[in-house]
């Protein structure tokens, strides 16, 4: 059975930093990209990051580009989004998800599996 935990959230002041990680498990986890979505209230879901331990690609939304690093940890099969001075723009739920192929996308019906989300306020 496929597994997603995320972890990390919590208030963040703007211009601070943040730390979410996500433990997979139920999968070969180099098989398959892991992705980071988010959704805000009243919005869509939306794909921010993702990344493919196949090829070492990974795929950060424009919207995000340079405040985000996606990276992972074989050991410990889990994925990790640092997030650096979040914008009013970013409070939402975050969650990972497990794509249905090995290359990236930021699209949420070519994933598969996601973790319950965790919550991301920001404080000005």
């Known amino acids: 059975e496929v597994q997603l935990v995320e972890s990390g959230g919590g208030l963040v002041q703007a211009g601070g930093s943040l730390r979410l990680a996500c433990a997979a498990s139920?999968?070969?986890?180099?098989?398959?990209?892991i992705g980071w979505f988010r959704q805000a209230p009243g919005k869509e879901r939306e794909g921010v990051a993702c990344?493919?331990?196949?090829?070492?690609?990974?795929y950060y939304a424009d919207s995000m580009k340079g405040r985000l690093t996606i990276s992972s940890d074989n050991a410990k099969n889990t994925v990790y989004l640092q997030m650096n001075s979040p914008k009013p723009e970013d409070p939402a739920v975050y969650y990972c998800?497990?794509?249905?192929?090995?290359?990236?996308?930021?699209?949420?019906?070519?994933?598969?599996?996601w973790g319950q989300g965790t919550q991301v306020p920001v404080s000005s």
């Open positions: 139920g999968f070969t986890f180099d098989d398959y990209a």
């Open positions: 998800a497990v794509a249905t192929n090995y290359y990236c996308s930021n699209y949420v019906h070519e994933f598969r599996s």
């Open positions: 990344i493919s331990r196949r090829d070492g690609s990974t």
